[in-house]
């Protein structure tokens, strides 16, 4: 158990619908990213946030948008989906801060399924 | 650009060889991360390597940091079906803030 925790677990809803996905991070945790794993496809980084601000933005769609709460939980929300979105959607948290290195601790993923 | 490669893409063995996969980059990084990913979950940590030429062992796995801290090797000995999985690696490049992960080497130990 990695302490993350990602719900749902699995999803599954049609083309042009709206879905939020969250994330509670370790605790002690002020870091949260997200990744996109498409089928058989490596880690495609969406975006971090840090203690409630975006840290870094990687290949996020403008129909997709996250935010970091001040609990540090963070929601993920996917609008007007289409087919391709289906996929493994991954929240990872890290301490990020002075004298760590960066490691990442997942959480089970939420698998989007768009019909 | 900040890439990391990872080779070979697949591997398929048989229980008791032994193998190596790459982690290349033109970048430098600070650290780097091996992770290994079994079909429908997460992530899970394996090393990080911190110093550049650093060796580290966890079992029958070996993690080499390359000396100018941009590329890293794991060696697994005598390989076993349960090692079978996507092993990842990953970093953020030097003065970066986002992870970047390789695309991974996916591995099937056969018995």
């Known amino acids: 158990d990695s302490g993350v925790t990602q719900t749902p677990k699995h999803l599954i809803t049609a083309t042009g619908q709206r879905v939020t996905l969250r994330c509670s991070p370790r605790s002690g945790d002020l870091s949260v990213y997200w990744y996109q794993q498409s089928l058989d496809q490596g880690l495609q980084f969406l975006i971090q946030?840090?203690?409630?601000?975006?840290?870094a933005k990687g290949n996020i769609l403008e129909r997709f948008s996250a935010q970091q709460f001040p609990d540090l939980h963070s929601e993920l929300n996917l609008s007007s989906l289409e087919l391709g979105d289906s996929a493994l959607y991954f929240c990872a948290s890290s301490a990020q801060g002075q004298g760590t290195t960066g490691e990442l601790f997942f959480g089970e993923g939420s698998r989007l399924t768009v019909l | 650009t900040q890439l990391l490669e990872q080779s070979p893409q697949f591997l398929s063995i048989q229980e008791g060889e032994n193998l190596t996969v790459y982690c290349n980059s033109s970048s430098v990084f600070s650290s780097l991360q091996w992770y290994r990913q079994e079909p429908g979950e997460g992530p899970v940590l394996l090393v990080t390597?911190?110093?550049?030429?650093e060796v580290k062992k966890l079992k029958r796995l070996t993690f080499q940091f390359g000396d100018a801290r941009k590329d890293s090797s794991l060696h697994i000995t005598a390989a076993q079906p349960g090692d079978t999985g996507l092993y990842l690696c990953a970093g953020a490049p030097t003065g970066g803030f986002k992870t970047i992960f390789g695309a991974g080497t996916r591995l099937f130990v056969k018995a």
């Open positions: 946030y840090y203690n409630g601000e975006e840290r």
């Open positions: 390597v911190v110093t550049g030429g």
